[in-house]
């Protein structure tokens, strides 16, 4: 599955491209580059988290389906009717997990990493959290039940992620009827608006007939601004998976009840109990539109550029020859591939030096190269 991954990330980048030059064309360009590299960043860190957790992408589900199965070996799967059954399950448990990823603070905090850019484009799409998978997983097991094999299954989440690339745009109007059954940019873009009429709205993958029947659905009207409602302010790659869960326990932390420092992490984001009031400024949609962007001067945006494509070829040759290795060395060059794009995030944010970035490479480098030799 890794290497079918890396055959479609060409594609991926010749679309981004696409959609850039299209923006320039129209005078109206959608993309800023330290935005761009920070949430291509996160897709790459994103597959590297998943070589390592296979435990969680599909052992579980493979588990599952080999001892609770109702119909394991049934022929109705391996039929167009049994793809298409396949698929559609795998976007109505999506909707769910998609759902609680924002009812749900603990969930919040992993899902949030995808909705962290203030900017909207086919970037964006690619910023996948991290560690949605350790919770995840529970919500497909109804598949395994059903008897969906392990290979369909994760086929199936292919097509589902592969879709919901194209509906992250701004260049893509309303389509029609077409926006009342499909997932479409217009409902996506609703989705990712912190506007108080969008806000936690449009949770389907490829349909929006799920959010239409469970309540969930609104039409985008007014201009989407968006991010979230604590902005993140960094292009810490580390930070933006961490900070969710930095912020819960500090909450947590000046609760006086223990009851309440629990519940905290499994009430709706933002919950507090009776008698706490939040701590730093109310959300505010204009305050939302200032765009937290560090400029870069034209050499080291070159350099960013250059350092984002070696940890691009870096991260697909580890997806490539991820089944070659040992657990433990597929951490360890996971590991230093990670501290690769943390340099990356801070050099773009002027926490640290062209030079400082460079010698985190060499090191990076020197580990690697023990790790495969």
Same mark, same amino acid.
């Given at each position: 599955?890794?290497?079918?991954?890396?055959?479609?990330?060409?594609?991926?980048?010749?679309?981004?491209?696409?959609?850039?030059?299209?923006?320039?064309?129209?005078?109206?360009?959608?993309?800023?580059?330290?935005?761009?590299?920070?949430?291509?960043?996160?897709?790459?860190?994103?597959?590297?988290?998943?070589?390592?957790?296979?435990?969680?992408?599909?052992?579980?589900?493979?588990?599952?389906?080999?001892?609770?199965?109702?119909?394991?070996?049934?022929?109705?799967?391996?039929?167009?009717?049994?793809?298409?059954?396949?698929?559609?399950?795998?976007?109505?448990?999506?909707?769910?997990?998609?759902?609680?990823?924002?009812?749900?603070?603990?969930?919040?905090?992993?899902?949030?990493?995808?909705?962290?850019?203030?900017?909207?484009?086919?970037?964006?799409?690619?910023?996948?959290?991290?560690?949605?998978?350790?919770?995840?997983?529970?919500?497909?097991?109804?598949?395994?039940?059903?008897?969906?094999?392990?290979?369909?299954?994760?086929?199936?989440?292919?097509?589902?992620?592969?879709?919901?690339?194209?509906?992250?745009?701004?260049?893509?109007?309303?389509?029609?009827?077409?926006?009342?059954?499909?997932?479409?940019?217009?409902?996506?873009?609703?989705?990712?608006?912190?506007?108080?009429?969008?806000?936690?709205?449009?949770?389907?993958?490829?349909?929006?007939?799920?959010?239409?029947?469970?309540?969930?659905?609104?039409?985008?009207?007014?201009?989407?601004?968006?991010?979230?409602?604590?902005?993140?302010?960094?292009?810490?790659?580390?930070?933006?998976?961490?900070?969710?869960?930095?912020?819960?326990?500090?909450?947590?932390?000046?609760?006086?009840?223990?009851?309440?420092?629990?519940?905290?992490?499994?009430? /709706?984001?933002?919950?507090?109990? =009776?008698? #706490?009031? %939040?701590?730093?400024?109310?959300?505010? @949609?204009? &305050? !939302?539109?200032?765009?937290?962007? /560090?400029?870069?001067?034209?050499? =080291?945006? #070159?350099? %960013?550029?250059?350092?984002?494509?070696? @940890?691009? &070829? !870096?991260?697909?040759?580890?997806?490539?020859?991820?089944?070659?290795?040992?657990?433990?060395?597929?951490?360890?060059?996971?590991?230093? @591939?990670? &501290? !690769?794009?943390?340099?990356?995030?801070?050099?773009?944010?002027?926490?640290?030096?062209?030079?400082?970035?460079?010698?985190?490479?060499?090191?990076? &480098?020197?580990?690697?190269?023990?790790?495969?030799?």
């Amino acid at each position: 599955m890794e290497q079918l991954v890396v055959y479609i990330i060409p594609l991926f980048l010749v679309l981004i491209c696409a959609e850039l030059a299209y923006g320039y064309f129209r005078g109206r360009n959608t993309f800023r580059l330290n935005d761009a590299i920070s949430s291509l960043s996160q897709g790459l860190i994103g597959q590297l988290v998943g070589l390592v957790t296979q435990l969680f992408q599909i052992g579980f589900y493979t588990f599952a389906y080999r001892f609770v199965a109702i119909a394991p070996h049934a022929r109705f799967w391996h039929g167009a009717a049994g793809w298409i059954a396949a698929i559609l399950l795998f976007d109505f448990f999506d909707y769910w997990l998609h759902r609680m990823g924002h009812e749900n603070a603990v969930m919040w905090a992993a899902h949030a990493v995808h909705h962290q850019s203030q900017d909207f484009n086919l970037s964006t799409a690619l910023r996948q959290e991290s560690t949605v998978v350790f919770i995840g997983w529970l919500f497909y097991l109804p598949m395994a039940v059903l008897g969906v094999p392990p290979e369909q299954f994760a086929i199936a989440g292919l097509i589902v992620l592969v879709y919901q690339f194209w509906i992250h745009t701004e260049h893509v109007g309303k389509l029609g009827w077409f926006d009342k059954i499909f997932s479409s940019p217009s409902n996506h873009r609703v989705h990712h608006a912190v506007n108080d009429q969008y806000l936690d709205k449009n949770y389907g993958g490829m349909l929006v007939i799920w959010d239409r029947l469970f309540g969930t659905f609104a039409e985008e009207k007014e201009a989407c601004v968006y991010g979230t409602r604590t902005p993140l302010k960094s292009w810490d790659p580390l930070w933006a998976v961490t900070s969710g869960y930095w912020q819960l326990a500090q909450t947590a932390a000046r609760l006086p009840r223990w009851q309440d420092k629990l519940k905290l992490w499994f009430k /709706p984001p933002g919950w507090l109990p =009776a008698g #706490v009031t %939040a701590s730093g400024p109310e959300f505010s @949609l204009e &305050a !939302a539109r200032d765009r937290y962007d /560090p400029k870069l001067s034209r050499g =080291a945006s #070159v350099a %960013a550029v250059l350092q984002f494509g070696l @940890l691009l &070829a !870096a991260s697909v040759a580890c997806m490539w020859v991820a089944d070659d290795l040992s657990y433990a060395r597929l951490v360890e060059l996971c590991g230093v @591939l990670l &501290a !690769a794009f943390w340099g990356l995030g801070a050099f773009m944010q002027h926490r640290i030096g062209m030079v400082a970035m460079v010698a985190i490479d060499v090191v990076a &480098a020197v580990v690697a190269a023990g790790v495969l030799l």
